[in-house]
């Protein structure tokens, strides 16, 4: 694991200038190109038949296609547009993309839970890392363990001959699977190295990769550098004037991977119909349409009494008390070499914020599953099983 993690900074130092060469201002290049491809145009109409000016104009087409191909690449990156696969250049649009996107993303001003408003850059800095740390970073108070009572509620059980499955040696080919999987336009992680370098690249950095996260399996031990985390804060509302009003999308690293698939296998297995979310074949549709069933002609005076409540679960994915789902998989039975692999990737994160396109405050997390990361939506329905049962 250190290996890999030496090696791709040792790399970043290559990749930056290759940034600088390639893509610093580019608009303004490829803007060039087309003045001096124009200009050899024009020359070549008024001698035709002059063929030194006919290679140059040739030239200067490639030039400028070349660099007009680099800049839709670069903006549609930027820009995170995945609905667009085909068509002409559409430098235009992932352009005014970036630009919303950074409007709509930035925070100028904010408002303490006391009314004070912040408009200063360092305080609205200090505020969300205070409020961050204070959801993320806090542990929950100590309770009674609850582990008796986990394992007399909850009747679902891992079949005994999913356990082996379970806690099997990683191959090769799961690793490359589950690395392709992942959409090679997805943000990248705080190491700044997307999917789509991993499978590009795959003959030259693969077999580093492989033998890391077999390591992790093998010995259930995580590199800090690994379990970094970034929030990207994605605001909920259009107006927005409390920290509280974002939800924070966890950019996690791409060698963080494989562990995922295996959990979604069991899943179906051991969690009850009622839960329609992240399992394969089920859908929240469902729960929506049922809803509509349930409820209706509850305006109606004639019949008995009736009412209905709606809960939202605030934050819930950031108050998750780690013991409490760890015991819960205890109970499901979950092998215990299995527990403790989703435990090391779980409990030892590390967050930045990302604020106006740089990363503030560095915290351990204490609490809370990460929306973003593959194995918290996973870990987030065996917690609310319990409750179910």
């Not at 100590?142 to 499955?165: F, N, T, W, Y």
């Not at 990361?373 to 987030?380: E, F, T, V």
Request: glycine fraction near 6%; include cysteine; hydrophobic fraction near 40%.
């Amino acid at each position: 694991m250190l290996r890999l993690s030496l090696k791709l900074r040792w790399l970043k130092p290559v990749l930056r200038d290759l940034n600088a060469n390639c893509f610093s201002n580019i608009s303004g290049r490829v803007m060039k190109a087309r003045t001096q491809m124009e200009n050899l145009q024009n020359l070549c109409s008024q001698n035709l038949g002059n063929e030194s000016l006919r290679e140059m104009e040739k030239e200067a087409v490639r030039v400028f296609m070349e660099l007009s191909a680099t800049e839709e690449s670069f903006k549609k990156q930027k820009s995170r547009v995945t609905w667009l696969a085909l068509g002409d250049q559409n430098t235009k649009l992932f352009h005014r993309k970036v630009r919303s996107n950074r409007a709509r993303n930035k925070i100028l001003s904010l408002v303490t839970a006391k009314g004070l408003r912040l408009d200063k850059p360092e305080e609205v800095q200090l505020e969300i890392i205070q409020f961050y740390k204070g959801l993320l970073g806090t542990k929950f108070l100590q309770r009674q363990d609850a582990r008796a009572s986990l394992q007399q509620i909850i009747q679902r059980k891992v079949p005994v001959h999913m356990c082996g499955e379970l806690v099997k040696p990683v191959l090769v080919e799961e690793i490359t699977a589950a690395l392709q999987a992942i959409k090679g336009d997805k943000a990248p992680g705080p190491d700044g190295f997307s999917s789509s370098f991993f499978q590009q690249n795959w003959e030259i950095v693969g077999q580093d990769l492989i033998v890391a996260v077999q390591h992790f399996f093998h010995k259930g031990f995580m590199l800090k550098e690994w379990n970094s985390t970034t929030l990207t804060l994605v605001p909920k509302m259009p107006s927005l004037s409390m920290a509280k009003d974002f939800r924070p999308i966890a950019c996690c690293n791409v060698v963080y991977i494989v562990i995922a698939n295996r959990m979604q296998s069991v899943l179906p297995l051991v969690i009850g119909p009622t839960q329609s979310v992240f399992i394969k074949g089920r859908s929240i549709v469902d729960n929506v349409l049922l809803t509509h069933e349930l409820i209706r002609n509850y305006h109606r005076d004639v019949g008995l009494p009736r009412c209905a409540i709606k809960i939202d679960l605030m934050k819930a994915y950031d108050s998750v008390d780690w013991n409490f789902l760890l015991d819960t998989m205890d109970a499901m039975g979950f092998p215990s070499l299995f527990i403790g692999w989703v435990k090391e990737c779980v409990t030892t994160p590390m967050y930045s914020a990302m604020l106006n396109g740089g990363l503030v405050g560095y915290f351990p997390g204490a609490k809370g599953l990460r929306q973003g990361d593959p194995i918290s939506p996973l870990s987030g329905i065996v917690h609310l099983s319990c409750y179910v049962c």
